[in-house]
């Protein structure tokens, strides 16, 4: 995790990018212009409060299900206004658990982690419930109280969080799952949504952080979405509000998040839960959170979709969302392609038994925050495709390294999909690296370009 000065330092980049983003407005089309608010009263004292809201223990970020409910259940307190009841199992026969807080007559329904490696939403309920339960008396606690009643079905996969993959155990992606209803989470969620039958719905999702806003060169942090309720695309009253709450999201976020703040692609899928609901009437926002620079555990990430969360419920509750322009949140650009982790550009292919060829790499990683696990995409010229990362290796051989297991394993393949683990030398025969690269990337070591 972070140190809080690192901390301080992510977030001061990200404010730092502000007048960035300002100037490419200037050369933008005129929809961007539209001048943001700024964000509540309250927000600044919250965020110095959060590190008391910060529930411990999940990070790193693929915990399972015994260990996330372990984390909370204490602050699940009958006497802080909690109730807790299981309504289901997973394929695995893991429990679902409806949480239920506040006694007010807007419902709101918020869901996380659908897809089983996206933990970033249920670790902001875990702090959600912290600050419910023991801030009670702080005036956003009191308006969610009065106002709201706030239903919660954390970590929908919990099967699929117990190996940090995407979909369930029955291999089946659990948000397209909406409308067969074939898995027992998909049929919980829905069961749960027809009881509660909420006004507001929270659809909180991780995407890649390779995703750029627009065509910019900024990745997305935070991509946010009001579902259209079918593929017509309209607007219709439901959605009008959804779209004003995510619209104080980005009000929430923009002095931390300035042009790292997009809106996710509105093709409606007839088979998300997310679209569906805004089918069933639920106002509904899609929270993917994508990546910071530097964050690899998506700490950071972590208190700003706090934050932001907050502020739209808060909303909700006090109906400040009402007259919110709507252009807050269509002048987000649509996130972009997604980019590829890392480019190896300039060198030289040296395979031993073959003849040397030109040749750049594109490496993607598993995890690719923290830039572990990396495998080889691609082979080629890649001189105009771009990266989140680009080593200068011009001059230099790439060289396969040996394999796990040294001299007897003999050296790795450099091949499409192979692992990456290879060094940029001086000579074809690798007997000078100047940098390596084996499965994970060492950002702290000096990247080749600079120096020689
Ligand atoms: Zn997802």
Known sequence: MPKPTTLALLLALAACVAPVAAQETAAAPAAESTPVPPPPAWLPAMDALYPELRVSGLDPRDFDAEHWWQAVTPL????????????????????????????????????????????????????????????????????????????????????????????????IDINRDARMLATPEARALKALHDRVRPAYGFNLHDQSPGYRVGDSGRGTAIALLAPPPSAANEVDPARARAIEVAATIRIALEPYLAGHIARWDETFNPRAFGDLTAQWGTSTVLIEAGGIEGDPQKQALRKLHFLGLLAALDAIAGGSHAGT?????????????????????????AI?????????????????????????????????????????ASGLFVVPALAAGGEAAGPCRIAISAAACFHLARDPEGRDPVWTLRSDLDTAQPAPGAGH
């Open 352 to 392: 031993p038994g073959q003849p040397p060829v030109r040749a750049d790499l594109l490496v993607n990683f598993r995890h690719p925050l923290s830039w572990e696990d990396g495998s080889i995409r691609d082979i080629g010229d890649l001189a105009d495709t771009p990266a989140r990362r680009t080593i200068d």
């Open 76 to 171: 699940l307190d009958r006497s802080a206004g909690f109730h807790i009841e299981d309504i289901g199992r997973s394929a695995e026969d893991r429990p679902l658990r409806h949480v239920r807080w506040g006694r007010g007559k807007t419902r709101v329904l918020l869901w996380s982690q659908m897809h089983g490696d996206e933990s970033t939403g249920t670790m902001v309920l875990a702090d959600l419930f912290r600050f419910l339960g023991e801030h009670p008396d702080h005036p956003v606690a009191a308006r969610l109280r009065a106002n709201t009643t706030l239903h919660f079905l954390p970590m929908v996969n919990p099967d699929g969080a117990a190996r940090f993959q995407r979909r369930n155990t029955q291999g």
């Open 325 to 349: 322009p709507h252009a807050l949140y269509r002048d987000l650009p649509e996130n972009g392609e997604p980019w590829p982790d890392l480019r190896v550009v300039g060198g030289t292919l």
